[in-house]
């Protein structure tokens, strides 16, 4: 029989790609006999990521591309165009937040840096909308593809303090639905959208915020241990096997679906 999960015939460019969570979903994917297109912010970092990934295997390239610049988007679509011939999978990795646009434990809404709010807004909601756009034209033209996108506990329920990522993460949530929508409506059922909802794990934005130098959990870092069943942080290889399965023939009838990968933190009260 078929196998489902068999990634070997597909292209799969992934945004944030030197980064955690999506770099090493790439590489997991690359490992799984995919060709992995590798998108970062800066040329050294893409560099860096593609020679450790050029160990895996030759089924790999880099392009370095900001994803809130259509210019640059648009010039690394035709490069990879003309360079690799096709896409067939979008991950849209590339998002953050940044101290100003999260209320500070001694702050409150006022003390919000509107800029820096605009800034991770755009950063998450315009940094997944445009790769999306200028991605999905190779979709259209192909009548075949699929998206991936990065949303967050914080998009369904409240978040104390993180109010910018908060709702660009929400946006995200909108805009998967909404694109799963009109890409099938108007394309058929061969181009689907997805988003995985990650809880907790730990990286190099939110590591101070949830342990401590001697490894015993923050105060904030405890109380999301408290509301995760799970009592634990998520291993960034905990989401590789969800986004395998979106981006796969077994999700080919799963479209518009914001999957939780949080050890029961989105199904659990607290209490
Ligand atoms: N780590 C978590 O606990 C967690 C939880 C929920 C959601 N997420 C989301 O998962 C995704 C990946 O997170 P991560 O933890 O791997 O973060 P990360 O900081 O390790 O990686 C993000 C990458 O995005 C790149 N980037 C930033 N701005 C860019 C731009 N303008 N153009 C292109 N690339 C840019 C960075 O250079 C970095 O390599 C993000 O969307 C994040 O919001 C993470």
Same mark, same amino acid.
């Given at each position: 029989m078929k196998n489902l999960f068999d990634l070997s015939g597909?292209?799969? %460019?992934?945004? &944030? +790609?030197? &980064?955690?969570? +999506?770099? @090493?979903?790439?590489k997991y994917l690359q490992e799984q006999g995919a060709f992995v297109i590798y998108l970062d912010l800066f040329q050294d970092k893409v560099d860096e990521t593609v020679a450790e990934a050029k160990k895996i295997s030759e089924k790999c390239c880099g392009y370095a591309c900001n994803v809130l610049? !259509? $210019? +640059?988007?648009?010039?690394? /679509? $035709?490069?990879? #165009?003309?360079?690799?011939?096709?896409?067939?999978?979008?991950?849209?990795?590339? @998002?953050?937040?940044?101290? @100003?646009?999260?209320?500070?434990?001694? !702050?409150?809404?006022f003390d919000l840096k509107i800029d820096d709010y605009s800034k991770v807004l755009d950063l998450n909601l315009k940094g997944t909308v445009m790769p999306t756009m200028t991605f999905a034209k190779a979709f259209k033209a192909q009548g075949s593809? =699929?998206?991936?996108?990065?949303?967050?506990?914080? %998009?369904? !329920? =409240?978040?104390?303090?993180?109010? &910018? /990522?908060?709702?660009?993460?929400? &946006?995200?949530?909108?805009?998967? *639905?909404? #694109? +799963?929508?009109?890409? %099938?409506?108007?394309y058929g059922d061969s181009i689907r959208v997805n988003a995985i909802a990650p809880g907790f794990f730990v990286s190099n934005q939110n590591r101070a915020l949830l342990i401590n130098e001697d490894g015993s959990y923050t105060e904030r870092g405890q109380q999301v241990i408290n *509301?995760?069943?799970?009592?634990?942080?998520? $291993?960034?290889? $905990?989401v590789y096997g969800t986004i395998h399965f979106l981006?796969?023939?077994?999700? *080919?009838?799963?479209?518009?679906?914001?999957?939780?990968?949080?050890?029961?933190f989105s199904a659990f009260t607290g209490v």
């Open positions: 597909k292209t799969i %460019a992934v945004t &944030g +790609a030197a &980064g955690v969570l +999506a770099g @090493g979903t790439a610049n !259509q $210019e +640059a988007l648009d010039s690394v /679509y $035709e490069k990879i #165009m003309a360079d690799v011939g096709r896409i067939d999978v979008l991950i849209n990795g590339a @998002g953050g937040n940044m101290p @100003g646009a999260t209320i500070g434990p001694d !702050q409150d809404v593809g =699929c998206v991936v996108n990065f949303s967050s506990m914080s %998009a369904g !329920q =409240c978040l104390t303090r993180v109010l &910018g /990522y908060s709702n660009a993460k929400a &946006g995200i949530d909108n805009f998967t *639905k909404w #694109m +799963a929508t009109e890409m %099938a409506l108007k *509301k995760t069943p799970f009592r634990r942080f998520g $291993e960034q290889e $905990e981006i796969s023939d077994a999700a *080919k009838f799963v479209s518009g679906i914001i999957v939780p990968v949080d050890g029961g």
